[in-house]
């Protein structure tokens, strides 16, 4: 019986998605249909999946840069998630990536932190690093001290190196790193454990459990981290 009660008075989860059609964002989808404590789901994004049914999931088709198209759907949510990003950033115009990865994400930040969102999680990249040469590194570590700036009471950043889908999405590049990546695992040990690469359910199921641990501030989450999460 006490158990029972337990159970009954854990607090519900709200939780409102950004990029969700990815194949990270659907294996986080796929995860928090799992728990019974996230009782609403909000997925905006360029297109819709016909394949979500449940009425406890709502799916929005936005122009993710126009917040006037979205902001009102951020109302009565407690968490934001964000996986949002072009999918090959090295075949992408120079503006095209920083206005889909970098001024997208901080203006639905934004929104989500007017609108009362106390914890935001964010898919980021390994290697980020505002002082970086690199345009793609840059880029990602600007913006996450821009949303360090926005001050969430949580703000959480995963940064995956090589995510490991099912089947190869992008060409030839990718299907020569999903193939090598495996065998580098050995290799990757110590410091260099967060360059290991991680299929894209165990990093969904990493986003999603995530929400459930009672942490506070900034944290910053790498492969150690997405295989000890419970």
């Not at 503006?95 to 989500?112: G, P, T």
């Not at 040469?133 to 959480?156: Q, W």
């Not at 090589?162 to 790193?177: D, E, K, W």
Request: aromatic share 10%; proline share 3%; charged share 25%.
């Amino acid at each position: 019986m006490n158990m029972e009660i337990d159970k009954m008075s854990l607090p519900n989860y709200s939780v409102v998605m950004l990029g969700a059609t990815g194949a990270v964002g659907e294996s986080v989808v796929q995860e928090l249909k799992k728990h019974s404590k996230v009782n609403r789901i909000t997925l905006l994004g360029r297109n819709i999946s016909p394949d979500i049914k449940e009425d406890y999931i709502q799916q929005e088709i936005i122009d993710i840069l126009d917040t006037d198209f979205y902001k009102a759907f951020l109302q009565g949510h407690q968490i934001a998630i964000c996986t949002l990003g072009i999918g090959e950033a090295s075949k992408a115009k120079k503006e095209d990536f920083i206005r889909i990865d970098k001024l997208a994400v901080i203006d639905f930040a934004k929104e989500c932190k007017k609108a009362g969102i106390r914890h935001f999680e964010l898919l980021g990249a390994v290697g980020s690093n505002a002082n970086s040469s690199s345009l793609y590194f840059r880029t990602k570590g600007e913006l996450v001290n821009e949303l360090k700036a926005l001050k969430f009471e949580r703000l959480s950043i995963f940064q995956p190196s090589l995510i490991q889908t099912p089947t190869n999405r992008y060409g030839f590049s990718q299907a020569v790193a999903l193939f090598v990546f495996p065998y580098l695992k050995p290799i990757l040990s110590g410091r260099l454990r967060k360059f290991r690469g991680i299929p894209v359910e165990q990093l969904g199921k990493a986003i999603a459990v995530n929400l459930f641990n009672n942490n506070e501030g900034f944290e910053i989450l790498h492969w150690d981290e997405f295989n000890n999460i419970t």
